[in-house]
């Protein structure tokens, strides 16, 4: 399974956890922590703490793998994503709006 996002890793987290038939409850109670927590990595939340993750993750059963992409970096906001303007272009359409 390839993840990228909190809200696909939630929806990991919780099919795994119908699939071994336990509640939020339960599983909250075997990690550790409150089932609000468990609600909101559920959901998606951004903010859930690494180790917790990977506690919940390991209770489930699920073992974590990193793979490297081709391009090493992905996403809108790297500067490899942000298009250079040519000067030589902007230039020529300033003048020929004079």
Known sequence: MNIRTALELGA????????????????????????????????????AEIGLILRTLDALGISVSLDTTETGVSGANTPDAIETP????????????R
């Open 12 to 47: 990991a987290i919780r099919e795994r956890r119908r699939q071994l038939n336990l509640d939020q409850d339960r599983l909250a109670k075997i990690v550790g922590v409150s089932r609000k927590w468990i609600i909101d990595v559920e959901k998606g939340k951004t903010r």
């Open 86 to 97: 040519d000067i030589d272009s902007v230039l020529d359409r300033t003048r020929d709006r």
